[in-house]
């Protein structure tokens, strides 16, 4: 009943930036983290970003000083502002979120469809 949509990926320049966004929609009772992780072709999938329902993040190391992730609760919806891009971010991007569900007995981890983000050297 719970669907996590993404947007904002593409194509940019390396330097670049892109703003990624996933909004969560259904019977939700409450969201607890949520997060942000990318595949690259022939890796594993990894953590991007984490964000707590009181607003602690946490972020890889690769992409600290140039990512940041904020939620908006009224929204529903978790964000991802990615600057100075670099070939090496280019992979497909996945939004997670832990939600209870109403009518649920406890928080179920969700992922978006991915989004692929490319920058080009």
């Known amino acids: 009943q719970v669907q996590l949509v993404e947007s904002g990926g593409g194509l940019v320049q390396a330097g670049g930036s892109l703003r990624l966004s996933c909004a969560a929609s259904?019977?939700?009772?409450?969201?607890?983290?949520m997060g942000w992780y990318r595949q690259a072709p022939g890796k594993q999938r990894e953590l991007v970003a984490f964000i707590t329902s009181g607003g602690t993040t946490k972020y890889a190391d690769s992409v600290k000083g140039r990512f940041t992730i904020s939620r908006d609760n009224a929204k529903n919806t978790v964000y991802l502002q990615m600057n100075s891009l670099k070939p090496e971010d280019t992979a497909v991007y996945y939004c997670?979120?832990?939600?209870?569900?109403?009518?649920?007995?406890?928080?179920?981890?969700?992922w978006g469809q991915g989004t692929q983000v490319t920058a080009s050297s």
């Open positions: 997670n979120a832990d939600i209870e569900v109403a009518g649920g007995r406890y928080a179920v981890r969700y």
């Open positions: 259904g019977s939700i009772l409450r969201i607890n983290g």
